[in-house]
């Protein structure tokens, strides 16, 4: 990007997300880069409240055609639900912007095309937001991956555990229906497929999986509406107190009002579809192997992974909420087969969110640094993850191996 003008970014959905990451923070470290020329949500309210946390004097708007034709932005940044990206992306690229989406870049296979259809209309770019490339150890692991450390890479374990807060949170809200998120095989493993992906620098084309809802949804002993008022607010273990947290209470309680979306719905809603219990085997392209697993529920937070090779084995756990302190580095275990003993590699972590991920992506994006690793990722790798994920889905509610050949083509002919 040109060093002297400022890129005029429009941000379409004002939640929690395209608040703090895309409209204060992203103004807060990258003014030199953009210029916030629009705010654009159904709901009215909350991006009122949104444009005062930024601390922006932007125009609000509540449709994305408005926003483009009144704004005309060079960039649209999507933080809307997911099952909805694909029309603001569409329309944003129709009407000659590039597009930062947040993740899952969409949620169904006619989406994914519909959406790569436009970019190769209009010529224009999208970059997905897969932070978690970015994080220093994610890098350091593709690094060591990339020297072929442990020889050829043969197979890898990756297990990530979302704690009883965090992974609550997805069951509270339109995150818990299939037809708004695609499951967290989507929403959420998108970002793992992603890394899976990246990691393995090969595209998957085999999926098995399994998945189970043995928490959230009708398995609760009670339930009501929502946390707020509930009558079994004392005795629930998923009770959340949202007029706690003075952001979250300011940007969704009262525009609640307006669309109906309240942020702390009971976690034991009867029509919850989602699984909170997954796991699934990936075969790739270059024969690589990938046992994953998600769960929903667990008392820390973090994940485990480990690379099996022809001359050794990488490992790691990174530890992010437990009941002990989180340590101020990740620490990789590099073992070489053959007596080559272990090598342990200490990488401090990054400040900001996602491990620094969000924060270098930004960087990487706005002022243009060189990409060594290939951590800028695009449409197609955004499909990918997201096929991964709906072959996964697939493979759980069918009993069945799903081969990605079976979904269709990313692009139509
Ligand atoms: N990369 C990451 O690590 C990361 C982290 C959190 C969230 N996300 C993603 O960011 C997105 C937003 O997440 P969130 O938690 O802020 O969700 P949210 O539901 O709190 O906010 C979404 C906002 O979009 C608005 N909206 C919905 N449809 C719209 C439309 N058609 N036009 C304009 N506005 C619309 C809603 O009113 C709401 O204010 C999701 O796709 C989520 O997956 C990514």
Known sequence: MNGHERQRYALVGTGNRGTTMWGRDLLAGWRQEVDLVAICDTNPLRAERARAMIKSNAPIYTSIEETLAAARPELVIVCTRD????????????????????????????????????????????????????????AKLKSLLMAGEIGTLTSVDFHWYLNNQHGADYFRRWHAYVKNSGSLFVHKATHHFDLLNW??????????????????????PFRGPRCR????????????????????????????????????????????????????????QNAVTASY???????????????????????????????????????????????????????????????????????????????????????????????????????ATTGRMVKLSELGEIDHP
Request: with cysteine; charged share 30%; glycine share 10%.
């Open 229 to 284: 008022d509930c009558s079994h607010a004392e005795e629930c273990d998923y009770f959340f107190d949202m007029s706690a947290d003075e952001f979250l209470d300011q940007l969704y309680e009262d525009p609640s009002e307006i669309d109906g979306y309240v942020r702390d719905g009971c976690v034991y809603r009867e029509d919850i579809d989602i699984f909170d219990t997954m796991s699934a085997t990936i075969r790739y």
């Open 293 to 395: 697993s998600l769960n929903a529920f667990m008392p820390i937070e973090g994940h485990a992974i480990a690379f099996n090779g022809t001359r050794g084995r990488i490992e790691l756990r990174q530890f992010e909420k437990q009941p002990w302190p989180t340590p101020d580095h990740d620490e990789i275990l590099l073992v070489r087969s053959f007596d080559g003993g272990v090598e342990r590699i200490k990488v401090p972590h990054a400040g900001g969110g996602h491990f620094g991920g969000d924060d270098l992506m930004r960087s990487m994006i706005f002022r243009d640094g060189a990409d060594p690793l290939g951590q800028r990722a695009d449409s197609r790798a955004g499909a990918m993850s997201v096929m991964t994920g709906l072959a996964a889905l697939q493979s």
């Open 199 to 220: 990691y393995i620098g090969a595209d998957p084309v085999d999926v098995a999986a399994f998945g189970e809802l043995r928490q959230y949804g009708r398995n609760g």
């Open 83 to 138: 099952s909805n990206h694909d029309d603001v992306i569409v329309a944003a690229l129709e009407a000659g912007a590039d597009v930062i989406t947040e993740k899952p870049m969409t949620t169904s296979m006619d989406k994914i095309r519909r959406i790569r259809d436009a970019e190769r209309r209009t010529g224009r770019r999208i970059d997905v937001s897969f932070n978690y490339r970015y994080a220093p150890t994610a």
